[in-house]
Structure formats: C-alpha cells, structure tokens
T-cell receptor
Framework: DAGVIQSPRHEVTEMGQEVTLRCKPI?????LFWYRQTMMRGLELLIYFNNNVPIDDSGMPEDRFSAKMPNASFSTLKIQPSEPRDSAVYFCASSARVTHHNEQFFGPGTRLTVL | AQTVTQSQPEMSVQEAETVTLSCTYDTSESDYYLFWYKQPPSRQMILVIRQEAYKQQNATENRFSVNFQKAAKSFSLKISDSQLGDAAMYFC??????????FGKGTSLLVTP
C-alpha cells in the first residue's frame, strides 16, 4: 500500500489567496483526520471524518477553513482567504479503528507558507 | 478535557546508552490508547509504540519499551542502546476509542556519538 498521500508537499501563497490541500487515505480505512502543526500550538486536530461524514470540526479555527470528504478515497482542506498565521504543516491521517487498534497512519504533510 | 504533558522539551543521550522520555496524561475515560510517535527532520510521523489501557503488561518493540502506570496516568518511553537514527522529536499521544489523537508538546531527543 502506498500509505496516506498528501498534495502538494509544499505550498507558498500570498495573503488573501485560496489554498486547497488534498489527501488520499489508505484504502479500507474508515477514519480520516486533519491535523495542523505549529511551533506555538504543537499538533492539534482540525477535523475528522468517519465513513466520509464529518464527526468533529471543533478544531477548525474559523469560517475561513472548510473540509470535505466526497468519497472514501479523497478529502480536501480549503482555506479561503489565507492569512500569514495559517502558515503551518498540515497533516492528514487515516485509520481503521477495528483492525488497527486506533493506530493512525500519517501522510508526509503539506508545509504551507502564507506571505 | 484531555491533556497530555511532556515535561522535557529536550533530552540528550550518548550512543548505546538508555534514555527515558516522560509523559503524563489526564482522561476520565476507562478505555483509551496511548502512543509514542517519532518525528525526524523529514517531518514524517512514525508510530514507535502503542499501549492499550486495559492491558497491564507494558508494551515493547525491540529497543523501545514503555512504563505504563495507569493509576498515576504516566506513560514513559525507554529507548535502549540508543542509535544516531533515534534523534528526532518524540510525541506522546492519547485517544479514546475511535477518536482523534491528543498530543503532547513533544520532546526533542539528541543522540551524541
């Protein structure tokens, strides 16, 4: 299996622009998580899905952030408009709770820089 | 609210020696899981070891082992025979059944020759 795939690996954009991050979970996994990592706040959950349905989005910073999972093999995290404080590494992770005992498999992350 | 605390921002160990990284957590749940993840400079998050709260036996994975003290809500990671490749950020994390990981702030481990 290819593991969790994220694209792009790096994104540099200007303040006010729309940014879309993409994630392909491991086939067969029924949970998908989006995390954000910053020096100040560490690793924090943004949102997670179970069977393509958003379960907890309480970590989404504000209305500028939105996430979708149109099918079991694809999810997006969108920021519109982007701001410099959104600069961070964004991780996608997936898991199959029953078979993997809650282990989450992480993608390589997307490093976002907003100028 | 669940919290995970790693009180050691940085640790250093000599090659071939043993080091222990500390972690405490707080949860009101009785069924939960604990993890140690490693993040090298490549930033890839790699699972090191996992512990189910209902298991009394401490988990071990080759040179990595944990000391799980459920009553004290403590979950430390011991790395034996440290290698240069062990240098990384180490994150302790806790989750209830089926839900998101709650991470500590991390411990940066330096391994010296």
């Amino acid at each position: 299996d290819a593991g969790v795939i994220q694209s792009p690996r790096h994104e540099v954009t200007e303040m006010g622009q729309e940014v879309t991050l993409r994630c392909k979970p491991i086939s067969g996994h029924d949970y998908l998580f989006w995390y954000r990592q910053t020096m100040m706040r560490g690793l924090e959950l943004l949102i997670y899905f179970n069977n393509n349905v958003p379960i907890d989005d309480s970590g989404m910073p504000e209305d500028r952030f939105s996430a979708k999972m149109p099918n079991a093999s694809f999810s997006t995290l969108k920021i519109q408009p982007s701001e410099p404080r959104d600069s961070a590494v964004y991780f996608c992770a997936s898991s199959a709770r029953v078979t993997h005992h809650n282990e989450q498999f992480f993608g390589p992350g997307t490093r976002l820089t907003v100028l | 609210a669940q919290t995970v605390t790693q009180s050691q921002p940085e640790m250093s160990v000599q090659e071939a020696e043993t080091v222990t990284l500390s972690c405490t957590y707080d949860t009101s749940e009785s069924d939960y899981y604990l993890f140690w993840y490693k993040q090298p400079p490549s930033r890839q998050m790699i699972l090191v070891i996992r512990q189910e709260a209902y298991k009394q036996q401490n988990a071990t994975e080759n040179r990595f082992s944990v000391n799980f003290q459920k009553a004290a809500k403590s979950f430390s990671l011991k790395i034996s025979d440290s290698q240069l490749g062990d240098a990384a950020m180490y994150f302790c994390a806790q989750t209830n059944s089926g839900y998101a990981l709650n991470f500590g702030k991390g411990t940066s481990l330096l391994v010296t020759p």
